[in-house]
């Protein structure tokens, strides 16, 4: 993804700053992860990721409503 793209805030118009979320486990913390294709499998007994691609999250923070928005960054495919 272009870092310099600028992204407006559809609520409010304001240009919207780039940044990232992390969730965090019991084996620390890791970048949001978006998979190509519907999930097969259910949370609890682990879904087939095993083929698909992966793609980091790129969400962008409208510094005067607060609002987020996340994007797919296509830059950084990884196939699982
Ligand atoms: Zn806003």
């Known amino acids: 993804m272009d870092n310099k793209e600028q992204k407006k805030c559809i609520h409010c118009q304001t240009t919207m ?20 294709g519907p999930a097969v499998g259910r949370l609890q007994g682990g ?5 698909l691609e992966k793609y980091e999250v790129v969400t962008y923070g409208c510094p005067s ?12 495919k990884r196939q699982l």
Do not use: N, P
């Open 17 to 36: 700053e780039i940044g990232f979320k992390i969730d965090h486990g019991k084996s620390g913390f890791w970048h949001l992860l978006w998979f190509r």
């Open 65 to 76: 409503c607060g609002y987020l928005a996340d994007f797919v960054d296509f830059d950084s």
């Open 47 to 51: 879904i087939k990721l095993k083929g």
